[in-house]
């Protein structure tokens, strides 16, 4: 199976920072990367596909980038609203492993 | 409005079987591959398995975890997934999600993803 590592596993941050969560694949997957957002009690949600392509209604302060095995989620202008779990996803092959989380806090 | 909606959840005692449902509301499944990922309490996501469509030949593949005791089947004509759960094991407590993959444009091709995901339904295995 494909390892997913994310670091840091939590972080926290100001309104208005920029942050990103970085997550390494134990082998190359290409962009087959995808990150979700989960907040408490809620179904995750994708942010990001393809490595570097937003999901529709997604705001542009998401982007993501990298190919390979290194791949960076980077939030522009951090709001209230973006404090929740955010999870890597390789759908390189299956089974589809998740990384294991970055919790983003608000100062 | 389009919704997964899961069902069949609930507490069920350690190698019992149990067997979950998703629906789709207002969202077609029937050429989509479904899967199957459940989380545990205060923990992160884990891919359970996925059945890919009829167009790709219906096949399933699981995670080493649950490989044998789990099976994930459809029905089109109902609009129907569903996740056999047997054997079960005290870890295998969580929440389950029931999610489509969809065929997204992106830098200049079409990428299969996670994309549409069920409210969850909570599973207790406990004596």
Redesign the interface.
């Known amino acids: 199976?494909i390892q997913m590592t994310q670091s840091p596993s939590s972080l926290s941050a100001s309104v208005g920072d920029r942050v990103s969560i970085t997550c390494r694949a134990s082998q190359g997957i290409n962009?087959?990367l995808?990150w979700?957002q989960?907040k408490p009690g809620k179904?995750?949600?994708?942010l990001i596909?393809?490595a570097?392509?937003l999901?529709d209604e997604v705001s542009s302060r998401f982007s993501g980038s990298g190919s390979g095995t290194d791949f960076t989620l980077t939030i522009t202008s951090l709001q209230p609203e973006d404090s929740a779990i955010y999870?890597c996803?390789q759908?390189y092959r299956?089974?589809?492993?998740?990384?294991?989380?970055t919790k983003v806090e608000i100062k | 409005d389009e919704h997964l909606v899961e069902s069949g959840g609930g507490l069920i005692q350690p190698g019992r079987s149990l067997r979950l449902s998703c629906k789709g509301s207002g969202v077609s499944l029937g050429d989509h591959s479904l899967t199957w990922v459940r989380q545990s309490p205060g923990k992160g996501l884990e891919w359970v398995g996925l059945i890919r469509s009829r167009g790709y030949g219906g096949t399933t593949d699981y995670a080493a975890s649950v490989q044998g005791r789990f099976t994930i089947s459809r029905d089109d004509s109902q609009n129907m997934a569903y996740l056999q759960m047997t054997s079960l094991k005290i870890e295998d407590t969580g929440v389950y999600y029931c999610v489509r993959d969809d065929l997204l444009l992106g830098s200049g091709s079409y990428w299969h993803v996670d994309a549409h995901w069920g409210q969850g339904i909570p599973v207790t295995v406990s004596s």
């Open positions: 199976d962009t087959y995808n979700f989960q179904a995750p949600t994708l596909y393809a570097s392509s999901q999870y996803q759908s299956t089974p589809r492993t998740f990384g294991q989380g």
